[in-house]
């Protein structure tokens, strides 16, 4: 996500739950008996192109589309592309020197747009994404976004997942992720996926399985190497970033996984 964070700023985000504006603490509890999560897979069976000028926070599939959102100060957008060739079709930009775009979702009819830092939520008409109809406010950072059907579910950086009123963004309940060592951190782009909330982990090749009822990581995939094995030759130190941007067709039952500026989408099965 945050590619301007040194090492050192990594600490300190470790140390503040990512947030400095307004953050919730995580309170102090006694350590829960959460099991191991079961080891998962993800079997690769096609690869797509993907826009290399994507620096990917969000990811949807939506009436046969790709909806992402992107970030970067500047060249932040929310745009919607060919699944198979990769080709944007819309595109708005909404970047700023001070608008850090991050994690969108679809839900009845509109777009929702978390902000990094900025605390603001832009809403769109999902049949007009060249301006929003509504911009709402955030408290807190905006990382990635999903939903579940009745609520939207945003994540902060933190081990807090939020569930929230679409209508006002209003917090009807948090979510604290744990695994079996404790608090998980750095929870970024999310997907609901049949009762589960799937997250990548920010600057981790990781992405986990949440039970939404109790927040336990049930389930998790460690899929590294992935630019070193499909695209090597399109690696470009200090621009080809992180994995991040997880995408699932319920129509298919495929999955999808791209990152930062990768050049492909890669179609799969998860298990």
Known sequence: M???????????????NGNDNDDPEIPIVARENVPVAAPMTFTISN???????AFTEGLQIYKGKFYEGTGE???SALQISDIKTGKVEQKHNMGSNIIFGEGINVFKGKIYQLTWQSHIVYVYDEKDITKPIQTLRWPYEGWGMTNNGTDLIISDGTANIYFVNPADF???NTLQVKDNTGFVQLVNELEYVDGFIFANIWQKDEIIKINPANGHVVGRLVISGLPQQYFPKEII???????NGIAYDSTTK???I???RWPKVFEGRMQ
């Open 2 to 16: 945050k590619q301007y964070l040194s090492i050192i700023s990594l600490l300190i985000l470790a140390a503040c």
């Open 47 to 53: 690869q797509f192109p993907h826009d290399t000028g």
């Open 73 to 75: 100060f500047e060249s």
């Open 170 to 172: 209003s917090v009807r």
């Open 237 to 243: 130190p200090g621009r080809t970033d992180v994995m």
């Open 254 to 256: 495929k999955m999808y």
């Open 258 to 260: 791209t990152g930062k």
